[in-house]
């Protein structure tokens, strides 16, 4: 993302929050996935709500209601010259600009967008990848990992040196009982005493990182006749067998990353090196709509969204919830040097039966291994760290 483009969003939000608070009126209950975003699904004013993390029950209500958390961007602590609403606003703004873009798009297609209007839909899209219960899940989860690699290999003494030299929040008194606790962190990482703040500015500072990869792909928009779900997860990783993803895959990797556009249109967004063999503006078929539902569903973590009326969510195969974290070492080649792969798998992965070549007319006759990064796109990758 341009830093002018960055620039305006820090001050504006700044303003926008400031301004909440003077007058009173800071939101509490906040959206998990952006209100405008499910209004594409309303049918008479309402959407279907499928709770996967209990029994999937289902319910209807209209989006203002839906997929909402007290609190949930509110910074507990904020500065002194922090509004505590900071971050809501921050999101705000960053869907007042995409929606902009989407509106240019159901006009027009992609090539309605010029540069700023794609660089606010990608950085849409990107915080759509870490804002969720799930990215603040998997964040904790990869460090409690980390921590628990780190004694293994150096003992207390090193994992509390290494504690104390993170920009994390801990205080020094605190490492002891740290490292301590490294297996209780492990076995349920939401226990990590990380604060929301950080999550906060964790959550913003690697979606501006993501957009400027998300911006190196091809957009493409397709049609389908069935309706599509969505998820508080909507951008999905596809990859050509979705039980095995290519280890270098992510967002910079996979071949494929699907979002819902609505109800009736889907945004495929092809890594850079490859070029949709479907003609942009296709009509899916039923059969690879309901291909796509299944992925847009596995790779969901607390709810789907269906227009109301729709039970397909209800219907569709869930595999089970996979563990949040996993590591590997891996041994460099010619090289006495080995480092620790990490890595938070789906729910397909490691699936006999999970797909190969969702929606297979988006698919090439041979996928080749990703792209080395250009020296600029490799900068923006390591300023993820």
């Known amino acids: ?15 926008r929050a400031a301004a909440m608070t003077a007058a009173g009126q800071e939101p509490r209950r906040h959206h998990l996935v952006p209100r405008f975003y499910l209004e594409r699904w309303a049918v008479d004013g309402r959407v279907r709500v499928v709770d996967l993390l209990r029994g999937r029950n289902a319910y209807e209500l209209s989006p203002a209601q839906a997929a909402l958390e007290t609190d949930f961007y509110r910074l507990d602590e904020p500065d002194d010259d922090s509004s505590p609403v900071y971050w809501e606003a921050w ?22 967008m010029d540069d700023e209007a794609h660089q606010w839909l990608c950085l849409f899209l990107a915080v759509q990848m870490t ?93 389908t006749r069935r309706a599509l779900i969505t998820c508080d997860e909507p951008v999905v990783e596809l990859h050509e067998y ?53 992925s847009v569903l596995a790779n969901a973590h607390s709810f789907a969204i269906a227009p109301a009326g729709d039970h397909i969510a209800e219907g ?41 070549r969702v929606v297979k007319r988006w698919w090439p006759k041979q996928v080749p291994a990703a792209p080395r990064p250009t020296p600029e796109e490799q900068k923006i990758i390591d300023a993820w760290d």
Do not use: C
Request: hydrophobic letters at 40%.
């Open 1 to 15: 993302m341009g830093t002018e483009l960055t620039y305006d969003l820090w001050a504006t939000a700044a303003a």
């Open 91 to 112: 999101l705000s703004e960053v869907e007042r600009k995409a929606s902009a873009s989407i509106v240019l798009m159901d006009a027009a297609g992609p090539g309605a």
């Open 131 to 223: 804002r969720s219960r799930s990215a603040r899940l998997r964040r904790r989860a990869m460090f409690a990992e980390q921590m628990a690699r780190v004694l293994e290999v150096g003992g207390p003494g090193h994992l509390a040196r290494e504690l104390s030299a993170t920009d994390r929040s801990f205080p020094s008194k605190d490492l002891d009982a740290l490292v301590a606790d490294v297996e209780r962190f492990r076995a349920d990482p939401s226990q990590l005493p990380i604060p929301r703040k950080e999550d906060l500015e964790s959550s913003a500072k690697t979606a501006t990182h993501i957009a400027g990869i998300l911006m190196t792909r091809h957009v493409t928009l397709y049609g």
């Open 242 to 294: 979705m039980a095995k993803p290519a280890i270098w895959g992510g967002v910079w990797g996979a071949p494929i990353l699907a979002f819902p556009f609505g109800p009736h249109s889907v945004l495929a967004l092809y890594r850079r090196d490859l070029e949709p063999p479907l003609e942009p503006g296709s009509m899916l078929t039923a059969s690879e709509t309901i291909d796509l539902n299944s």
């Open 316 to 356: 569709l195969y869930l595999p089970a919830l996979p563990v949040s974290i996993r590591s590997q070492l891996i041994n460099l080649p010619n090289s006495d040097e080995s480092l620790f792969r990490f890595w938070t798998p789906r729910r397909w992965e490691g699936q006999h039966d999970a797909p190969v």
